[in-house]
């Protein structure tokens, strides 16, 4: 199983930014997927979770900001995340849980700075 999350980068309180996590290596549309994020200093923590259903939770503090899809054809796992704050500034990590086991890709940055 491979997870390689991409498209974070630097933005401005107030903006948006669209996170991508391209899978392989499993049947992708049967696994619930998974955001993290870790920031500075912090316990990485659960943002949002999609389902095979495309049943979806968040994070509190991110309700009514970002949403989590998901396009089971190209095998991508997608964060929409707008309404950018500086509290919002981590590692982003895409996580998916495989035959009981928890695989990681990649994380990508987003800072949220002015």
């Known amino acids: 199983v491979q997870l390689q999350a991409y498209g974070g980068g630097l933005v401005q309180p107030g903006g948006s930014l669209r996170l991508s996590c391209a899978a392989s290596?499993?049947?992708?549309?049967?696994?619930?997927m998974y955001w993290y994020r870790q920031a500075p200093g912090e316990e990485r923590e659960l943002v949002a979770s999609i389902t095979q259903e495309h049943d979806t939770n968040y994070l509190d503090s991110v309700k009514g900001r970002f949403t989590i899809s998901r396009d089971n054809i190209k095998r991508t796992l997608y964060l929409q995340i707008s309404s950018l704050e500086p509290e919002d500034t981590a590692i982003y990590f895409c996580?998916?849980?495989?035959?009981?086991?928890?695989?990681w890709g990649r994380g990508t940055l987003v800072t949220v700075s002015s």
């Open positions: 290596g499993l049947n992708f549309r049967i696994y619930t």
């Open positions: 996580n998916v849980l495989y035959r009981g086991i928890r695989f």
